[in-house]
């Protein structure tokens, strides 16, 4: 069993930044794919990024790449979420998220999630 906790969430004007933190419980956090997925109001949650086990391999959304960067530190059961130059179509509640199946872009890939943390972006 994982339980994760987000945090870093809020409120930020359009081209700024915010760094979420998602921290796991259990002995096992490295053995785990974790990603991070997105849910704006009247809209399917969607796959923001996910990071592999050893933190070796990253891959993003389109809509991540270039602005976001996912990293984790196993030390700390921790992954982590830099958000850069932020939009309005940024803003949603953040879910992080640990599973191993595929396809790990989508949320059947997916055991364990958080509580999710609202990131709101004014423009």
């Known amino acids: 069993q994982v339980q994760l906790v987000e945090s870093g969430g809020g409120l930020v004007q359009a081209g700024g930044s915010l760094r979420l933190s998602c921290a796991a419980s259990?002995?096992?956090?490295?053995?785990?794919?974790m990603a991070w997925f997105r849910q704006a109001p009247g809209k399917e949650r969607e796959f923001v990024a996910f990071?592999?086990?050893?933190?070796?391999?990253?891959y993003y959304a389109d809509s991540a790449k270039g602005r976001f960067t996912i990293s984790r530190d196993n030390a700390k059961n921790t992954v982590f979420l830099q958000m850069n130059s932020l939009n309005s179509e940024d803003t949603a509640v953040y879910y992080c998220?640990?599973?191993?199946?595929?396809?790990?872009?989508?949320?059947?890939?997916?055991?364990?999630w958080g509580q999710g943390t609202q990131v709101t972006v004014s423009s």
């Open positions: 990071i592999s086990g050893s933190g070796v391999y990253t």
């Open positions: 998220a640990a599973g191993s199946a595929r396809p790990l872009t989508t949320t059947r890939g997916y055991d364990y």
């Open positions: 259990g002995r096992t956090f490295s053995t785990y794919v």
